[in-house]
């Protein structure tokens, strides 16, 4: 697999399932299986219902409550993130660092641990805050795991942590960011197939604790504008 083509990864995300109008996969789904949707984030299945374009997935999401989704028209995928039964181990979490590289130029290096070594892409301007502004990715070579937690004078040390994968398409590979500060999840996007250009958005979608404060800032806006 190469961190220079994105579209590559897309071999591991094989899914069966029948193409629905609009050219979205109504995916197969069972009641325990994991989904992430691009409004609520990740959720388990509870039910589904119906056959075709008519199925219907009722799933948990957690402090978004439960949804019932028409999957003709829903903007849910089928997560591949392993996920540990109950009492039993915990899967194994791959790493990720996020390197301040100060040469040539100021930049940061994000490397994600993927089949046994560290998988990387230049952020020229860090990662981004905002789902509205995108940033430039270029992947760069491969690293040995062992620069997870190499330092020197002109490189240090942002951020570490655990990555998951939530979901993966021929051009986007969406992922979870466990650092320091909490988990953010993020998405690098294939935007040209000639040039190998590449993009890191902020997805949409966070994380439980970043749902409650965003829901609690906007019920005291409702509260001081009742007032």
């Known amino acids: 697999m190469s961190s220079r083509d994105l579209p590559a990864v897309a071999r591991l995300a094989q899914r069966p399932g029948v193409r629905s109008p609009g050219n979205r996969p109504i995916i197969a789904l069972e009641p325990g299986d ?33 949804k019932r989704l028409l999957l003709r028209y829903a903007p849910v995928e089928k997560a591949l993130t392993p996920v540990a039964e109950a009492g039993g181990a915990q899967p194994e979490r791959p790493a990720f660092v996020l ?31 905002d789902v509205r502004h995108d940033r430039l990715a270029v992947a760069v070579p491969d690293h040995d795991l062992d620069h997870l937690t190499y330092t020197d004078a002109d490189k240090s040390v942002a951020d570490t942590g655990w990555w998951e994968l939530e979901s993966l398409r021929d051009t986007r590979f969406r992922f979870v960011l466990h650092g320091r500060d909490g ?16 993009s890191l958005a902020a997805a949409p979608g966070q994380g439980p604790a970043e749902r409650l404060s965003a829901r609690s800032a906007r019920r005291g806006r409702r509260a001081r504008g009742a007032g």
């Open 34 to 66: 994991k989904v992430t949707h691009e409004s609520f984030g990740l959720g388990t299945v509870l039910g589904v219902e119906g056959e075709g374009d008519k199925t219907i997935a009722k799933v948990d999401f957690g402090s978004e409550g439960e």
């Open 99 to 129: 390197h301040d590289h100060r040469v040539p130029r100021p930049h940061f290096d994000l490397r994600l641990e993927i089949e046994g070594v560290l998988r990387s892409w230049a952020v020229p301007r860090g990662l981004p805050t």
């Open 183 to 198: 988990a953010r999840r993020y998405a690098l996007i294939h935007t040209d197939a000639a040039t190998g250009g590449t």
